[in-house]
């Protein structure tokens, strides 16, 4: 009775994936070598999940899009960061301030960063490159006195030279 090494691996293979599945050994080889395959085949698809599921997780970012006007042209900067999703947008165009497409003064302005502070944590100004400081400055000033710490300026990822 000579055995070749396909017949010993293969008995081998179908012994310990069966071994204590005593209620489940089939009586033919032929599902023996089935309920193997489906076993170890069972077990990668399930590897590949959590794996699938894991690259998903980690990589989802907290961000949003953003609107920007077409007349309004965003200064370019080398470094940049993703927007971060509890943040508010004040818009900054021909002196006047925006939020959420609404006009307000520097004093409505004030009033609703105050309330939006309890909300976000982080104000993003959007002003066209042209914006003079004049402009921007009581926008920051505002955001500071309503407790934001945490300023941005929007703009295009340029090209590193």
Not at 118 to 141: G, T, Y
């Amino acid at each position: 009775m000579k055995f070749n090494e396909s017949q010993i691996l293969n008995q081998s293979l179908i012994q310990s994936m069966l071994k204590g599945q005593s209620s489940l050994k089939p009586k033919q080889k032929i599902m023996k070598q089935f309920f193997s395959l489906s076993l170890t085949l069972t077990s990668l698809v399930d590897g590949f999940t959590i794996l699938v599921i894991y690259l998903l997780v980690s990589t989802t970012s907290g961000t949003f899009e953003m609107k920007i006007p077409r007349e309004m042209i965003l200064p370019e900067a080398t470094q940049s960061e993703l927007l971060a999703a509890k943040s508010i947008t004040v818009r900054v165009q021909d002196n006047k301030y925006f939020i959420n497409d609404r006009v307000l003064n520097i004093e409505q302005l004030g009033i609703v960063l105050r309330g939006e502070r309890k909300i976000n944590e982080r104000i993003i100004v959007q002003a066209d490159k042209r914006a003079n400081f004049s402009s921007l400055n009581p926008v920051v000033l505002s955001g500071l006195r309503a407790g934001f710490s945490k300023i941005s300026f929007a703009v295009l990822q340029g090209e590193r030279n």
